[in-house]
């Protein structure tokens, strides 16, 4: 599970991970969270993590292609956020085979992710429905790399620098 972002609780609802993440461990899923990242809540974020138990490795902040690296090795991309422009992480994560299991915002994630075909989105304050759907994609590794392929043709299609640049120039023009 990857985590990639500010390590802040307002916009971010990072606190929501440590609880989404025992969720899915109590439900027999073996994980490491790597989170890549720094930020204002992050000495409360650690002890969050510490007191559940999960296992993580806390990158801090990263290059962008040690980040990429990180992203590629990936399964999920997790992102509970509370409110997003659209988010870079998001896209460049989907670019790299790793499946966003993030929250349901409308104009921003909704646009990108399409929930059971290419990610999962959930209500941000959903831990359960969180934690579920790591549970399901863990327990399906076909679904998972299916929708792995699919976010990774969404982007391809849809938010490529190419098809990005063009629509910029449709715009100015």
Sequence with gaps: ILYV???EQEQKNIFAIPAILKLAVANGVAL?????????DAFEFKERLKDCGIP???HG??????????MQQADVLL???????LP???LEAMSCGATPVASRLVGSTDTVVQSGLNGELLE???IHGFAEAIVRLAHDRDR???MARNAQETIRLGFSVEVMVSAYVRLIH
């Design 5 to 7: 972002g500010r390590l």
């Design 32 to 40: 490491t969270l790597e989170i890549v990242g720094d930020g204002p």
């Design 56 to 58: 993580y490795v806390l």
């Design 61 to 70: 902040p990263l290059g962008r292609s040690e980040t990429i690296d990180r």
């Design 79 to 85: 992102m509970p956020s509370f409110f997003e422009g």
């Design 88 to 90: 870079m992480a998001l």
């Design 124 to 126: 941000p304050t959903d």
């Design 144 to 146: 998972l790399a299916a």
